[in-house]
């Protein structure tokens, strides 16, 4: 039975190859940002948008091939607010300057789909606390760090440069990375996809 990552995103396929796992990528060809909105205009909680985005690409291929389809989302909010991936680094730089020295969550949600239907779903929400950095540390980051910045919700990779933006991690790491690698693991091991 073949395994598919329904994503585009370098970090979950990094993640599923460095477990040693074979699987194809096929990124879904959904509209996300008309998704987003649509959920938003709904009232959905972030983690129920988290859910319901990752659930949107699992299905969208499990509907046209067979196997077992990973979708996943992740959804980044400090209280009410909602952070979507910066568009460019000036708002990389305004969404890191709201986050500093504040604790924020990043809502993970990861499904697997066979046959057009969900067989499984697993939501995490660690919590980050950035540290109260100054402006021209801000400054040599983002010049560093140059485009990955724009690569994930938060305008950080904790497994890079990143991980000098935080004061402290509460969570799973994996899942800070955009998916919960263990709980996935596990649900694959029973179903054969994995060895025991």
Known sequence: MSLILASGSAARRQLLEAAGLVFEVDPPRVDEEAA??????GGLRPRDQADALAE??????SRTRSGFVIGADQ?????AEVFDKP??????KQHLRRLRGQ???LITAAVVARDGAIIWRHIDTP????????????????E???????LSVGAYQLEGMGAQLFERVEGDYFSVLGLQLLPLL???REHGLVRV
């Open 144 to 150: 560093r760090a140059g485009g990955k910045v724009l």
């Open 87 to 92: 568009k460019d680094t000036n708002e990389a």
């Open 56 to 61: 949107l690409k699992a299905l969208s291929i």
């Open 36 to 41: 987003k909105a649509s959920l938003r205009a």
């Open 127 to 142: 919590k980050l606390k950035m540290r109260a950095f100054s402006d021209a540390f801000l400054d040599d980051y983002l």
């Open 75 to 79: 959804m980044l909010a400090l209280g």
């Open 103 to 105: 604790t924020h969550e």
């Open 186 to 188: 596990a649900f694959l």
